[in-house]
């Protein structure tokens, strides 16, 4: 009997050390790969740094402490993070891993943007949870140019190898500095944001129950703010694809429609830009979003802007408005509805039933808008055939007085002008709404 005993007990300690013997070295292992990953962004000439770094193997919960990471690249952010917990934590491969549940907590991530203009945008993110994850171990190089869009882009190529059931944030909070004196610094609040269904790329679902935002609004000798409250904010069904292809800095050929977005929804806006000016807008619907990566060039835009702030030359703002012409070719909404809009100024209420897209019509419906020299009412206004895209054409073009198109009345009523046909016209113009030619400058 005492030799049976005996035997239990070396057992029972045998086994308690190869417990243990194999916890340690899970955890090494575990240890080992964080830091490779912040061993890359050492490699890179990035900083990158951590503290404790723990193991529980019953669990499989891998917990990180105090991380700061500082990249090479000036475009990516600088973060800092108080706590990392991954639960569930397994490698199906030597390149991924994966976790049933992710907690983050104490998320600070700072970007200095260069171009077009110096600016400064600290975001703060007390938590963040994410269930079902499963990401590569470590990250793609960063190969980028120094360009806000070139910093888009590889975000989105990032974001593109991740996946997750869910992702949770209760609360971001933004600072923008754009400099002493210059307009766009200011403070904006995120609550409620959840997004479901993360699939490489594609995102079924993403919400924001409410944003907040206060900015600065530079004006010689005149300071003022616009404070804006944007509520039950959703977007469906969006595919980074193609816009990763349209932000490709070797350019995209693909000259297809590609949808990046289902629906893009809004419950209700609120901005006050100066005492005594406000806007209220209730319900906004955008359906069906798309764009063609051969002419959606924002980089090719930006490119033209002047770096040293400096208005543009005639010849600049011409090449200008094409690049924006070819932007606007290759951007489609399919329907955008605007609900009731009232403005509210020092003059008085302005009101405004709806204003409804589809394709190329655009309606305005129930304006009533006071006027100095009285009350303007009308219950619709129409244009038929609009294109943005010739009409970035025209601007340039109509300066000359021999090019500006005039309006004749239409054959088929005699309630509408139209523009005839030109070279900055690809098809008629309708105007519906008024018995006289002046309802162009409308």
């Keep these: 009997m005492k030799r049976i005993l005996i035997g239990l007990i070396v057992a029972a300690v045998l086994g308690a050390g190869g417990w243990f013997g194999f916890n340690l070295y899970v955890q090494h292992r575990a240890t080992s790969e964080v830091e490779a990953a912040f061993a890359q962004i050492r490699a890179s000439g990035g900083k990158a740094s951590h503290g404790k770094i723990a193991f529980e193997l019953s669990s499989r919960t891998l917990t990180v402490e105090d991380i700061n990471v500082e990249p090479a690249q000036s475009q990516l952010a600088n973060v800092k993070v108080a706590k990392i917990a991954a639960v569930g934590v397994r490698q199906p491969d030597e390149r991924h ?18 171009e077009p203009a110096k600016l400064k945008a ?13 990401a590569p171990i470590r990250g793609a190089e960063a190969s980028l140019s120094g360009s806000i869009i070139d910093m888009y ?13 869910s992702i949770a944030v209760p609360t971001v909070s933004v600072n923008v500095d754009a400099g002493t004196g210059n307009a766009g610094s200011g403070d904006y609040v995120y609550s ?30 005149k300071p003022t703010k616009m404070i804006g409250e944007l509520s039950g904010l959703a977007a469906t069904d969006f595919n980074s694809t193609a816009v990763r292809a349209a932000l490709d800095q ?86 955008v509805e605007i609900g009731k809009q009232t403005i509210e100024t020092p003059q008085g ?32 206004f129409a244009l038929k055939s609009f294109s943005a895209a010739n009409l970035m054409r025209w601007a340039p073009a109509s300066e000359r007085p021999d090019s ?18 030109s070279r900055a016209w690809s098809r008629p113009t309708r105007i519906r709404g008024s018995s006289s030619p002046s309802t162009r400058s409308a």
């Design 192 to 221: 409620g944001l959840s997004i479901q269904n993360v699939d490489h790329g594609k995102i079924e679902t993403a919400k924001t129950d409410r944003i907040t935002y206060s900015i600065d609004l530079a004006q010689p000798g």
């Design 349 to 380: 209420t302005g009101r405004l039933g709806a204003i409804k897209y589809d394709q190329d019509n655009i309606v305005l419906e129930a304006l009533d808008m006071p006027l100095p020299q009285g009350q303007l009412k009308m219950e619709r």
């Design 97 to 114: 891993f994966s976790a049933d549940s992710i907690d983050v907590s104490g998320v600070e991530a700072t970007f200095t943007y260069t």
């Design 404 to 421: 500006r198109p005039r309006l004749t009345r239409c054959s088929a009523c005699s309630a509408c002008w139209k523009v005839p046909r």
């Design 153 to 165: 882009r590889f975000m989105l190529a990032q974001y593109a190898t991740v996946s997750a059931s």
């Design 250 to 335: 070797q350019g995209a050929s693909d000259d297809s429609f590609h949808r990046i977005y289902r629906r893009i929804s809004v419950n209700s806006y609120m901005v006050t830009t100066a005492p005594g000016v406000r806007l209220q807008v209730d319900g906004i619907t955008f359906d069906d979003i798309a764009i063609r990566p051969s002419k959606f060039r924002p980089a090719e835009i930006i490119a033209l802007v002047p770096a040293d702030g400096s208005i543009p030359t005639p010849a600049q703002s011409r090449d200008m408005m094409e690049k924006v012409a070819d932007f606007f070719e290759g951007f489609q909404i399919g329907k």
């Design 122 to 134: 600290n975001y703060k993110i007390p938590q963040i949870t994410a269930r079902d994850f499963s």
